[in-house]
């Protein structure tokens, strides 16, 4: 990493208490620096959820990583070239696109450590389904 790269976990996370991933955020040149999914894969950033619950409480460091781990919600980043592709298993489309969030299965896919944090490569057929907001979601 050079210098002025920032890490992608400063990037695309709003501050460190409230740990939810801003998409927005994601510039160019990070999506430059993200792997490319292959094939029928796609690739997904795992959604962090709030340090501190409704009622003001912060979660423990500890608590917060095993939520982290254990996510099941993530944003579609970047999407394989013949995701999708296969008409006999996906005969009405694609399940889901970029900039979509999407639900997966607790240890779908593989998970790749990036600076700050991980992803996810998941095959076309590993998503469950597609939500608005992760945060209409329990995380537990």
């Known amino acids: 990493m050079t210098e002025a790269a920032t890490p992608i976990s400063e990037a695309l996370y709003v501050s ?14 990070l999506m430059d620096r993200m ?8 690739l997904v950033l795992p959604y962090k959820g709030k340090g501190k619950t409704e009622g003001g ?4 460091g500890k608590t917060q990583e095993e939520y982290d781990i254990a996510t099941q919600v993530g944003y579609v980043v970047k999407v394989g070239e ?9 005969p009405s ?7 979509d969030w999407v639900l997966f299965a607790r240890y779908a896919g593989s998970r790749l450590k990036i600076e700050g944090g991980e992803v996810r490569l998941l095959n076309d057929d590993e998503i ?3 939500v608005l907001d992760p945060d209409d979601l329990i995380h537990i």
Do not use: M, N
């Open 57 to 60: 409480i912060i979660i423990p």
């Open 93 to 99: 489309g694609a399940w889901c696109k970029s900039g």
């Open 82 to 90: 013949l995701a999708y592709e296969d008409r006999a298993k996906f």
């Open 128 to 130: 469950l389904g597609t």
């Open 16 to 29: 460190s208490e409230d740990r939810v991933l801003d998409p927005s955020l994601l510039d160019k040149s």
């Open 35 to 42: 792997p490319t999914p292959t094939g029928w894969r796609i």
